[in-house]
């Protein structure tokens, strides 16, 4: 009986030992979280490009620098014309762009032609005959990277 005291101190209670707090961070949640957030952004990233699907010529220059979303005007394999995203007639295509760019701060505006290599070359050229004549100055042809040579 003497051993139990001298074992359990003055007081007669016993101590308890309390567990050590745990200092590691379990990373398998966040790597869960992160792999699905990756699969998602692959899937949906092509799906986020803008405009008409057009099959677009290829050329060796290089790219212009933009600040804010340009104006495009483009013409599909059908000979449609589109502001943007939305179709358009021809014969309104200069007082919408004309409406748009007031808008956007006046005539000085670059104006991107996109026409499918597919197209009669005259349908392009019949589109950037009316915005010239209209009084756009400042219109380009859009053009893909050429690929190897």
């Known amino acids: 009986m003497g051993m139990m005291l001298a074992g359990a101190g003055a007081t007669g209670k016993r101590r308890r030992r309390r567990k050590a707090v745990m200092s590691e961070i379990n990373v398998t949640p966040m790597v ?7 699969i998602i952004f692959m899937v949906s ?43 358009i007639a021809v014969d309104d295509l200069v007082s919408k762009l004309k409406a748009v760019t007031e808008a956007r701060g006046g005539l000085e505006e670059r104006i991107y032609v996109r026409g499918d290599r597919r197209i009669d070359y005259g349908t392009v050229m019949r589109v950037m005959g009316r915005l010239s004549a209209a009084g756009f100055r400042r219109v380009a042809l859009v053009t893909e990277v050429e690929q190897g040579s």
């Open 32 to 38: 869960d979280v992160m792999l699905v957030l990756l």
């Open 45 to 87: 990233a092509p799906l986020l490009t803008v405009g008409v699907p057009l099959d677009l010529p290829q050329t060796q220059a290089k790219s212009l620098n933009q600040d804010q979303e340009p104006l495009t005007v483009s013409v599909d394999t059908d000979g449609k014309i589109f502001l943007q995203n939305s179709e």
